[in-house]
């Protein structure tokens, strides 16, 4: 699998706290089928974000890593008018592993009107849009239609596996499912931040996508969809979501309303 957001490099954000924390996210990742881990620290008004820093720590992570994981370069982008202004003269500097996505996480206090025209900016300086965790914001929550219009618009959402599982509570793992449920949820990520709490983990979310959609649905956006981004490469979304394939969720409602269940 593919994670293409956490906080796993050490003492730059509120990641990982130690260089032994974040060794052992990289070996709990890659143990639980991770091969490619994108370390994406904060890029906002609390933590300054230095690429040169992350490209350090991630040569000694990498040096320390196990066979068979990969571990790229990217930021936790927040939507703020210095760090626009700068990816505009170097995208690079903030895209994943230097390609054309970036990761863009929005306040949780006010959406700005002009974000769209913002995003359009970062567009036509050929950077792609991925919004992190809309399932997590409570204004986003509350504006469905306006996810569909970005979407519609080519811009692409990251759900976090966690929330799948509950973790973020009722309304964020209801919100996801919505997302999922419309085509709207392009990529699963872990957004790492510890082991404990929130690990570098995709199993879990793994299965539980091809338990209550589709293990197609859940390679999608597991492994297929992050490996294009990784890459730099379009994603493939004429046929997505996999409508050929019933959601076994639908299913399991059906059998249990047809025997009074509820
Ligand atoms: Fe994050």
Known sequence: ??????????????????????????????????????????????????????????????????????????????????????????????????????????????????????????????MRIILT??????????????????????????VTASSLLGLFGPKALHFSRQLLDRGLAHFVASDAHDLRGRPPRLDQAFEWLSRYYTPKLARLLCIEHPAAVVEGRPLDLASFPPSAEVKKSSLLGRFFRSNGGN
């Open 133 to 158: 965790h809309p399932e997590r914001n409570p204004l986003l929550r509350q504006r469905l239609e306006l996810i569909e219009e970005w979407v519609s618009q080519g811009r692409y959402m990251q």
């Open 1 to 126: 699998m593919v994670d293409i957001h956490s906080h796993f490099l050490h003492g730059i954000d509120d990641g990982a706290r130690t260089v032994e924390d974040s060794r052992q996210m990289v070996r709990m990742a890659r143990e639980h089928g991770t091969t490619v881990l994108v370390a994406s620290p904060h890029a906002d008004s609390q933590y300054r974000y230095e690429p040169e820093v992350v490209d350090r720590l991630l040569a000694e992570a990498r040096a320390e890593a196990p066979e068979g994981i990969r571990l790229v370069r990217a930021c936790d982008f927040h939507l703020m008018y210095d760090n626009v202004e700068d990816a505009l003269r170097h995208p690079s500097r903030y895209t994943i592993d230097g390609k054309c996505y970036l990761l863009m996480e929005l306040s949780d206090l006010t959406i700005f009107a002009n974000t769209s025209a913002l995003w359009t900016r970062l567009e036509e300086a050929g």
